[in-house]
């Protein structure tokens, strides 16, 4: 129940503040593996689902989610366990390290951490995600703008 309320939330946030269901889902493909990330305010996670997972929610605050899928020969996916390690920063180069912690539900994985928002500023995510124990991290950088509502 809750990881669809976590799902349902990324997928609405990300819905409003793009405006294209295009940008609703944001992965990297390497080989197999899915490599999904989103980042939205914490004022958008609903009450139950901030304390759930024992997320603040604030105007100031940002939330970073990443899970990791593999493609079965089936087309199915099916969840894999990562390590998920980055900052976020300006663009002008000044930069934050971001902490992950990883949570297990059900048939998810997610990967969340929480950083400042910057007001009417583009924030620059570079993360690298290690999702086999016998290849490099992959880097996942984006740029994303967030506005506060005072």
């Known amino acids: 129940m809750l990881k669809r309320a976590l799902l349902a939330t990324f997928a609405v946030v990300g819905l409003s503040l793009t405006g294209l269901s295009a940008h609703a889902e944001q992965y990297t493909q390497v080989g197999d593996y899915q490599i999904h990330y989103s980042a939205v305010s914490t004022r958008f996670l609903t009450p139950e689902t901030a ?43 000044n930069r934050e390290s971001i902490s992950f912690r990883t949570v297990h539900e059900d048939d998810a994985i997610y990967h969340l951490a929480t950083f400042t928002l910057r007001d009417d500023e583009s924030m620059r995510f570079e993360l690298d995600v290690k999702y086999d124990r016998n290849a490099e991290p992959e880097p996942v950088n984006f740029t994303q703008r967030f506005y506060i509502e005072r």
């Open 51 to 93: 304390q759930a997972y024992n997320l603040q929610r604030s105007a100031g605050l940002g939330l970073v989610n990443v899970s990791v899928r593999e493609t079965q020969e089936d087309g199915s996916t099916r969840p894999v366990n990562a390590s998920v390690q980055g900052s976020v920063g300006d663009l002008a180069g």
